[in-house]
């Protein structure tokens, strides 16, 4: 319990045992030392949410104690706690059901509350998200894309294809491990409450657990396709070659690194398509259809920056990304490969150009303000974009050579598919404002990109 708590509780217990000594022999039920009637579920359920539709995003559990007290003032057992507590659990769990109704998944969901509030209330996201899966029988009726996002969470054992957590009481068993008294759990999940209330409709992704159907086997067998030879041997030279990006403190290896990596993505990604139109019996007017659309979450700081540096990379990988800063994501568009492809590279570079502006400022302290981290990061972003580009072009002409005239029809196709799901999926798209920047952040992040020859040098010779 918190200091804080533990102190409100020893002053509730003197005023109470004041009160008692003061109170009349005879029992009655009117006058100034009348106890306040036991209020009914309903009238708490009631106070709960009229409570949490006054929360602000951000705002703290202190900020709070206004609402617990009027309910738990007098609470020394904590046992009206524990009650207030198990009534929100229905409201918490109805509330999670009609974010997913509304286009929200899992992973959006622990991003949203993470961000606004703490680490807490993301654990008590995810023992409900828990919860929700084992009642809706997710482990045989949720899509792989589900359940790929509740393993992530740490609520599913793919191996084992069991849910982890998520039983009966999550919420008090969350109260519990979080080791939180009842009015401290309580101001919580009323933080998680008021996400649920305020959370806006979304594009649906991935059906939500109101549509599954009554088991998803067979369900999977279509993300497999013929690729996954490819895949297992493309991506595990991606990734080698992006985890030496990243752990090199020499910049000419990182760019040189990054540089292969991006072209065997290009390869990559072509191989795919030729195969998949090679696979194709209907002429292609179904090409569309095989465009998918991934939400990639954005940290702070520094989010509006982040979002433009993915949306650089997708342009390059064959892709169409969007940001919504209101709920902390972008949605990207394109082809599954791609969609890997895009965030697997993102994630390698937004770590390289951390460390890089870590490096820059470290040289003046004076630097180490915002406006030069924003800066820096866009220039970096549109500078490695440029030669990421060249280093794609480059690696699709080799490709034309290798497939013929054939290839160039094929990635037309592919492009105009993309953009017909993007066209329809968000109509009333607008660019993101144009903000003046820091003129040393500028010219010190496109330094930082441009400074090595960024082709297949002797870093990569052996790889």
């Known amino acids: 319990m918190s200091r804080n708590s533990q102190q409100r509780r020893a002053k509730n217990k003197r005023r109470l045992a004041h009160e008692q000594r003061q109170a009349p022999t005879t029992s009655t039920t009117s006058g100034t030392n009348a106890r306040p009637p036991r209020l009914d579920d309903e009238a708490i359920r009631a106070q709960i949410l009229r409570a949490a539709h006054n929360i602000e995003p951000g705002r703290s559990k202190s900020s709070l104690s206004g609402f617990t007290d009027h309910l738990l003032g007098e609470d020394l057992d904590g046992s009206l706690g524990r009650r207030v507590l198990a009534l929100s659990s229905p409201l918490l769990v109805a509330g999670l059901a009609r974010m997913f109704d509304n286009g929200w998944q899992p992973a959006d969901v622990a991003h949203v509350v993470k961000r606004d509030y703490t680490l807490q209330t993301q654990r008590l996201a995810i023992a409900l998200i828990a919860a929700h899966a084992r009642v809706n029988g997710a482990v045989d009726r949720a899509p792989l894309a589900w359940l790929s996002q509740l393993e992530d969470l740490g609520a599913f054992d793919a191996d084992a294809g069991t849910i982890i957590g998520g039983h009966a009481e999550a919420v008090a068993t969350w109260a519990r491990t979080e080791r939180l008294h009842p009015d401290e759990a309580l101001a919580i999940a ?248 820091d003129a040393a952040g500028w010219y010190a992040g496109q330094a930082a990109a441009d400074r090595a020859d960024i082709g297949a040098g002797a870093a990569i010779a052996n790889t």
Do not use: C
Request: glycine fraction near 4%; aromatic fraction near 8%.
């Open 190 to 437: 009323m933080q998680m409450l008021a996400t649920t209330l305020r959370a806006v409709r979304l594009s649906r992704l991935v059906d939500p657990p109101s549509a599954w159907g009554t088991t998803n086997r067979g369900a999977f067998a279509a993300r497999t396709v013929s690729l996954a030879d490819v895949d297992a041997k493309a991506l595990k030279t991606i990734r080698a070659l992006l985890a030496k990006a990243e752990g090199t403190t020499f910049d000419a290896e990182a760019e040189a690194f990054t540089a292969k990596a991006q072209e065997l993505m290009t390869r990559h990604s072509i191989d795919a398509a030729v195969l998949a139109a090679a696979a194709r019996h209907d002429g292609g007017q179904r090409l569309a259809a095989g465009v998918e659309s991934l939400r990639v979450h954005i940290d702070s700081p520094y989010a509006d920056e982040k979002a433009a540096f993915l949306s650089v990379i997708a342009d390059v990988n064959s892709a169409r990304s969007i940001w919504s800063p209101d709920v902390g994501f972008s949605t990207v568009m394109g082809f599954p490969v791609d969609l890997r492809l895009t965030d697997l590279l993102f994630t390698s570079l937004l770590v390289q150009a951390t460390r890089a502006s870590a490096e820059a400022t470290s040289r003046d302290r004076e630097l180490s303000t915002a406006s030069f981290r924003r800066a820096f990061l866009v220039a970096f972003a549109q500078r490695v974009g440029e030669r990421l580009r060249a280093t794609q072009r480059s690696a699709a002409a080799e490709a034309e050579q290798f497939y013929g005239s054939a290839l160039v029809p094929i990635l037309a196709d592919r492009e105009a598919a993309v953009e017909e799901a993007y066209s329809t999926a968000f109509p009333n798209t607008r660019p993101m404002t144009r903000r003046s920047y």
